[in-house]
């Protein structure tokens, strides 16, 4: 069992930053891979961006590319995301996700544990 708690969203505005945080329980934390994922008003849940057990291999949806970073840190037991030039479109709750997969995947139904999710509103 491996429980996930984001930090680190709110109110910026647009071209501005954030830095999410994810902290999990448990021993285990480096044997899962870790997604971010977010979800808007009306909108269904999409893939942000996912980085392997160890961090060395890591993946983004073409939207955020560039402009996002996720990493981790095993010691402590937490993902981030990295959020810089931030645009109105981002605005949506973020949601750290922990699963059980060989590399980081792209769909919700993949991952097994979630966290409750954080704000962030991007301001135009």
């Known amino acids: 069992q491996v429980q996930l708690v984001e930090s680190g969203g709110g109110l910026v505005q647009a071209g501005g930053s954030l830095r999410l945080s994810c902290a999990a329980s448990?021993?285990?934390?480096?044997?899962?891979?870790m997604g971010w994922f977010r979800q808007a008003p009306k909108k269904e849940r999409e893939f942000v961006a996912g980085i392997s057990r160890t961090g060395g291999g890591t993946d983004y949806a073409d939207s955020v590319k560039g402009r996002f970073t996720i990493s981790r840190d095993n010691a402590k037991n937490t993902v981030y995301l990295q959020m810089n030039s931030l645009k109105p479109e981002d605005t949506a709750v973020y949601y750290c996700a922990a699963g059980s997969t060989v590399v980081p995947r792209r769909f919700p139904d993949q991952y097994d544990y979630w966290g409750k999710g954080t704000q962030v509103t991007v301001s135009s």
């Open positions: 448990g021993r285990t934390f480096s044997s899962y891979v």
